[in-house]
C-alpha cells in the first residue's frame, strides 16, 4: 500500500506558547503524519518559503506577529508568489474587518484561538486546500483559452507588462510576435467551425513547439495567436524565430480527410527599440501602456506582411524591418548566385614563422553581386546556411579550391610543393552523409595529395554533434585529409574534445591576437594555448596578424604559422600567384624587442 504523503504545514506565530496549544491539537487524535516548521515572525516566515525543499501543504498564520501583523506577510508572499500552499488564519480577536481583510487578500480560512481544536484545525485545513485548489482552477481558466490552452489575452497583456518592467530593470529587451493566419475565415466558412476549431489546435501546438519553452504563447482571439520573446540577444535570431514559425505551419493538416495548407503572417515589435522611436512616446508611460503600444506595432507590422503577400514576416522598427528585407533579398539572389557564375575565391598565404616562406593558403570565398558589389561571406554564409545553400555552395568552394592548388602545384613544382589549401566548412557541410566521398571526388580528379587539403572547422562545429562529429572526421583523416580548428578560443570546445578528434592545426582567433603586444594577458592566453596544442601534437596557426610586432612576438612564443594583413590582404588567384612567384615580397620577422613594463597592460 502507498504510504500517504506527509501533510506538510509552516506554523506562523510569534508567541510560543500559541505554537505549542496548536502543535498539540495536530498533534492530538491525528494519525495522519504531519510535519511542523515554525516560525517566529514575517522575515522567518519568508526564510522559511523560500527556502523549503519541498512546497507546504498549508500554512497557519497568526494575525498578531510583534510589531507587524500576518495580513503583510499574506500581502508579501501573494506579491512575490512566495507559495502556493491555501492559508488559514489564527487570531485571538474576534474581528469581522480583520477576517475579511485576510480572507480578500489571498487566506482561505480563518480560525479563533479560542476555538482550536483538533477536530477544527483540521476541518479549517482540509477546507482551505478545497478552496485554494478551486481558485487556482478558476483562475487558470480566467487565464487561458479553453480550446487551445494557451494564454488568453489577460493573462498575455499581464505576462508583457512584467516582461516591459523586467527589461527597464534589467536593461534587457523583449519582443512580441504577432501571429495571424492566413485565410482562416474561408477555412472556417467552407469545412466548418469544428474544423476551423481544430485547425487552431493543431497551429497552437505547432506554434508552441517550434519555440524555447520559456517563451510565452497566447491567443489574442479569433485566429490570433501571439508570442512574447524575452532577453534575445540579437535581433537576427528573431529573423530565424519568424522564419521557424513561418516554416511550421507549412507542413499541411489532415482534418476530416481534407488537406489543409496554411500560412501565417508575422509581426514582430520589440521594446525598448520600437515604443521609444515613436513620436507619441511619452517618458512617463506606465508598462501597461507601453504593453499594450507594443503589442499594437507587432499588430501593424501583421498587417504588413499581409499586405505584402501573406506567408511573410515583417518587423515594425525601421532597422530590424531594413535587416528581414535585405535577408530576404540576399537570400532570393543567392539562388541565382552559383549559376550566374558569382562567387570567387581569394587567397591569403599562411607564412611558415622559421623561414617567412608560404606554407598554406586559406581559401576565402567572395561574392560579386550584381548590384550591390562584393558582398563579404560574413553577411552572405549565414544566410546560405539558413536557407539549406550552403552546401551547393560549399561543393563549389572545394572544386575550385582544389582544381586551384593543381594549377599551383604544376606551375611551381619545386618551391611549392607542399602547399596546403585552407578550405572553410561549415557545420552544415559536415552533417552531410556523402561529404567524405565528394571531397574524395574532387581531391582524386585534381590529382593533388589528401595530405595537402586542410579542411577549417569552427568549435562550434564540431560540438554541434560531438559524436557525430568525430566520425565524420575520422573517416576523412583516414583518407589523409587535414583538418584544423578554426577561431579557436571564441567556443566552447574543450580538451576532451580536441583528444577525440583528428585534428591537425589549431587556429588562435583574431580576437587573442590584437590585443597580444598590449596585454600581458592575451600573451599569457596564447602562449597556454600553443603549449596545449603542440603537446596534443598540433600545428599552430596565429590568425589576424596585423602588426610586424605581432609577428615577431608570435614567432617567440613557438607559434608555428602566421596568417594576417602584415603579410598579405587575401588576394585574388592571379595576385596570389605573383606572390608565389616572389616569395620575397613577404615582409620578414625580424627580433622580439618587448616594451618596458609600463607599456604593458596587465589586463
Ligand atoms: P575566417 O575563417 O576566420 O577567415 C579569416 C577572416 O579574417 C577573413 O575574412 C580574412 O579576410 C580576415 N582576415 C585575415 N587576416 C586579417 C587581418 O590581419 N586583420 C583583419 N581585420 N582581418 C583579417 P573574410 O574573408 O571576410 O571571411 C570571413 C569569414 O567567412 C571567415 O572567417 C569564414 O568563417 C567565412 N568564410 C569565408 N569563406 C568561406 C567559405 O568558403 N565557406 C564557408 N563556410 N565560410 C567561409
Ligand atoms: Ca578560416
Ligand atoms: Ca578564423
Redesign the pocket.
Same mark, same amino acid.
Given at each position: 500500500m502507498l504510504q500517504a504523503k506527509p501533510l506538510k504545514i509552516l506554523l506562523v506565530d510569534d508567541d510560543q506558547v500559541d505554537r505549542m496549544a496548536v502543535k498539540r491539537a495536530l498533534g492530538k487524535k491525528n494519525n495522519k503524519n504531519i510535519l511542523i516548521d515554525e516560525a517566529c515572525g514575517i522575515s522567518e516566515a519568508i526564510q522559511r518559503l523560500t527556502q523549503a525543499s519541498a512546497p507546504y501543504d498549508c500554512l497557519l498564520l497568526d494575525y498578531r506577529l510583534g510589531g507587524q501583523n500576518g495580513l503583510q506577510l499574506i500581502q508579501k508572499i501573494q506579491s512575490e508568489s512566495l507559495s502556493q500552499a491555501p492559508i488559514v488564519m489564527l487570531s485571538g480577536i474576534d474581528d469581522e474587518t480583520i477576517m475579511l481583510n485576510c480572507l480578500k487578500e489571498g487566506a482561505q480560512d480563518f480560525l479563533l484561538k479560542s476555538e482550536i481544536s483538533s477536530h477544527s484545525l483540521m476541518r479549517a485545513i482540509r477546507y482551505a486546500q478545497e478552496r485554494k485548489q478551486l481558485s487556482l482552477q478558476m483562475r487558470h481558466l480566467a487565464q487561458h483559452d479553453a480550446l487551445t490552452g494557451l494564454a488568453n489575452r489577460t493573462l498575455f497583456i499581464e505576462r508583457v507588462k512584467r516582461a516591459i518592467a523586467r527589461a527597464n530593470r534589467e536593461d534587457s529587451f523583449c519582443a512580441i510576435i504577432f501571429i495571424d493566419v492566413d485565410n482562416f475565415k474561408s477555412i472556417n466558412d467552407t469545412l466548418g467551425h469544428e474544423a476551423g476549431d481544430k485547425l487552431l489546435t493543431i497551429l497552437a501546438q505547432r506554434i508552441q513547439s517550434s519555440l524555447r519553452g520559456e517563451d510565452l504563447v497566447g491567443r489574442l482571439g479569433g485566429d490570433e495567436f501571439s508570442v512574447l520573446i524575452e532577453g534575445v540577444p540579437k535581433q537576427t535570431t528573431l529573423v530565424n524565430i519568424a522564419q521557424q514559425l513561418l516554416e511550421t505551419v507549412q507542413d499541411p493538416v489532415i482534418i476530416y480527410n481534407k488537406t489543409i495548407h496554411t500560412s501565417i503572417s508575422v509581426g514582430i515589435a520589440s521594446y525598448p527599440s520600437n515604443t521609444s522611436s515613436t513620436p507619441q512616446t511619452s517618458t512617463h508611460q506606465t508598462s501597461s501602456e507601453i504593453a499594450s503600444k507594443l503589442i499594437k506595432c507587432a499588430d501593424l507590422a501583421m498587417y504588413k506582411a499581409k499586405q505584402s503577400g501573406r506567408n511573410n514576416y515583417c518587423f515594425y522598427s525601421e532597422d530590424l524591418q531594413q535587416l528581414a528585407n535585405e535577408y530576404a533579398n540576399l537570400k532570393i539572389d543567392l539562388h541565382s548566385a552559383l549559376a550566374n557564375n558569382e562567387f570567387e575565391l581569394?587567397y591569403?598565404p599562411q607564412i611558415l614563422a622559421v623561414n617567412h616562406q608560404i606554407a598554406g593558403v586559406?581559401?576565402?570565398?567572395r561574392w560579386h553581386h550584381p548590384s550591390r558589389g562584393m558582398i563579404? #561571406? @560574413?553577411k552572405f554564409?549565414p544566410v546560405a546556411e539558413s536557407s539549406g545553400l550552403?552546401n551547393a555552395i /560549399?561543393d563549389w568552394?572545394i572544386e575550385h579550391a582544389c582544381s586551384q592548388l593543381k594549377r599551383w602545384l604544376t606551375q611551381f613544382p619545386d618551391s611549392n610543393s607542399t602547399l596546403t589549401m585552407a578550405?572553410?566548412?561549415?557545420a552544415l557541410q559536415i552533417r552531410q552523409p556523402n561529404l567524405t566521398e565528394k571531397i574524395c571526388t574532387v581531391v582524386e580528379k585534381c590529382q593533388i595529395p589528401y595530405g595537402q587539403v586542410e579542411l577549417?572547422l569552427t568549435e562550434s562545429a564540431l560540438i554541434d554533434d560531438i559524436d557525430q562529429c568525430v566520425l565524420k572526421l575520422q573517416s576523412l583523416s583516414g583518407q589523409g585529409i587535414q583538418m584544423a580548428i578554426? @577561431?579557436f578560443g571564441t567556443g566552447f570546445s574543450s580538451f576532451r574534445h580536441l583528444q577525440q578528434m583528428p585534428l591537425k592545426t589549431l587556429k588562435i582567433d583574431?580576437t587573442f591576437i590584437d590585443q597580444i603586444c598590449v596585454t600581458s594577458k592575451n600573451q599569457t592566453i596564447v602562449k597556454a594555448i600553443i603549449a596545449m596544442a603542440h603537446a596534443l601534437q598540433m600545428s599552430v596557426v596565429a590568425? /589576424?596578424?596585423?602588426t610586424k610586432e605581432q609577428a615577431v612576438l608570435l614567432k617567440e612564443l613557438g607559434c608555428d604559422k602566421l596568417? /594576417?594583413?602584415?603579410f598579405s590582404r #587575401?588576394l585574388t588567384a592571379s595576385a596570389f600567384e605573383k606572390l608565389l612567384a616572389n616569395p620575397r615580397a613577404i615582409p620578414q620577422v625580424g627580433i622580439y624587442t618587448p616594451p618596458s613594463t609600463n607599456q604593458l597592460s596587465a589586463h
Open positions: 581569394y591569403q586559406e581559401a576565402l570565398i563579404s #561571406p @560574413d554564409i550552403i /560549399g568552394v578550405i572553410n566548412v561549415s577549417e578554426d @577561431d583574431k590568425e /589576424g596578424v596585423e596568417q /594576417g594583413f602584415y #587575401p
